[in-house]
């Protein structure tokens, strides 16, 4: 008896077994090694959230929040562009705060000791046709945690995924789950703009954030959400990522080579202060091409970068208030959801 079992663990009918559970034995192979590979959500947020970021966007007493991830140890950020731009004043908001994860994160009242850790950032580019913007914290500390863009090829419909944000009235860096939904290409007639759908929970503040694969690695970037039928029936559980290919094929054009998971890249190329120093630009409202056109646009990679406030054991940024910024947190998040609201209704223009 114990040599049957022996020889069902470790022969040849441990393997047709595992055919039989997952293909009914047309296929007589050994379960894939992604399986094994597979994390836990667990380890997952454990990995990824610390290079995940709170994106505070402010022109005087307006503003908004997002969320971002942390692609390179430099201090590059991905979000949207809708995080960061003034819907307003049309124009990209004047300051940019980056919020990195404390080492524990607890709700409460005041969120002093969970933003804490502040700093601020500069646009680097922006694109408002694919949404999508990469910011440069300002003397980031080190060492600076990065997560990984997936390759969404090896995703498909079914495909488990996890969400880290900020959603107005949960707690911060917030995990959610779920799986990809559904698959669209050139979303709303935009070419190259190619989206998930997942029923992982987004609200309001997760804009920006990544959509993580089971590897742990970002395969999306979260930016909006179906919450109501033009005859103001409620919707559930239809959210939109942008796939990581759009974030990739868009940083390529702005001399940023990130390359997926397990491959070599070099994030810093193109940047100001490279040796292969290139204009970054911001394509103008409107604007229905990809990044990348020989369309007018505002030339923003010679920005100059402010003295680094605030970091490990200094005080918060000034002048701005963090107390105003934890008071009016739910405030500053309604000009978001215009904002994402406001991106859908141009996503259904440009179908007609």
Known sequence: MEQNRKWWSNGPLRRI????LTVGAILCQPYPSTFAAELTTAQIYHAASPATVLVIALTQDSGGTG??????STGLVLTNNHVVYNEEAKTPHQTILVVIKPEKVIGAMDNRNNLAKQF???????????????LKIIAPPTPLPVLSLGDPSEITIGSRVVAIGHP?????WSLTTGV???EWQDYGGMPGWDIYQTET???RGNSGGPLIDMLGNQIGINSFIQRKSKDGLAITSINFAIKSNVAKDWLAKQGVQVAYAGQTSNAREGLPGSSNEKEISIPPKGLNSPVGNTQPSQVLVNQPEAEPETGPGLPPLRPFSLDRLVKGFEQVQQDLESQMEDMEAEIRKRRR
């Open 17 to 20: 077994g595992g055919c039989l």
């Open 201 to 203: 929970s987004l609200n």
């Open 168 to 172: 107005e009235r949960g707690g911060l």
């Open 180 to 182: 990809i939904s559904a």
């Open 67 to 72: 969320t971002g991830s942390i692609i390179d």
């Open 120 to 134: 601020k950032a500069t646009i680097v580019a922006s694109s408002e046709a694919y949404d999508l913007a990469l």
